[in-house]
């Protein structure tokens, strides 16, 4: 069987989490080969490279994210609260609770600090 986009997305995630760029170059490389025109397998590497001060390169691949002109999907979560499922973007303040849940995630963050 062949590796596809998902199994070559979960091996470049834990690159990142690890700091492997060697690998992470593999696994984002066999990504493009798999679909060209998605932008995240850059976006990772371009983290891994930052992470690991190679700031030419990462800086590189945004350059060519941005001149092919690829958009990466905002990232999401979503939570089930009392059979409601409520879901958010990142940098979304539309949900009629933002402020409070902003408020408790300050509170919580405090408290981890």
């Known amino acids: 069987m062949e590796a596809n986009e998902i199994i070559w997305g979960s091996f470049l995630s834990a690159c990142r989490v690890y700091n492997n760029v060697e690998l992470g170059e593999v696994a984002a490389r066999r990504l493009l080969e798999l679909d060209p025109r998605d932008p995240w397998g850059r976006v990772m590497l371009s983290n891994i490279y930052a992470e690991e001060a190679k700031y030419d390169r990462s800086m590189g691949l945004r350059k060519e994210i941005k001149e092919k002109g690829l958009k990466k999907s905002p990232g999401c979560s979503s939570i089930e609260v ?8 990142v940098e979304d303040n539309s949900h009629p609770c933002y402020n409070e849940i902003n408020s408790t995630l300050e509170k919580i963050e405090k408290l981890m600090n």
């Open 82 to 89: 009392n059979g409601s499922v409520h879901g958010f973007l």
